[in-house]
């Protein structure tokens, strides 16, 4: 289910954005089932975690071409 640089590439810089929010949400309530002992699948914060990691890159490699460009 981790998302692939290349299928994140081809999304706009406001899609990157919408999804990032998204992650960070699903970590948060992650974290939180983690604190109550509520989670059931612990391998997901590491994916999600690791799907934000890979947006900031792209979003990053996005911003560095648009400036170069520029």
């Keep these: ?4 640089a ?3 590439r081809d999304k706009t ?3 990157l954005r919408d999804q990032l929010e998204q992650l960070k949400k699903e970590a948060f309530n992650l974290r939180f089932q ?4 509520q989670i059931e ?3 997901r914060m590491r ?3 690791r799907d934000v990691a890979r947006i900031k890159t792209v979003l990053n490699e996005k911003a560095a071409t648009a400036a170069s460009e520029a």
């Design 47 to 49: 994916s999600v975690r």
């Design 6 to 8: 290349t299928e994140l």
């Design 13 to 15: 810089p406001d899609q």
């Design 34 to 37: 983690q604190a109550t002992n």
């Design 1 to 4: 289910m981790a998302l692939d």
């Design 41 to 43: 699948n612990t391998a």
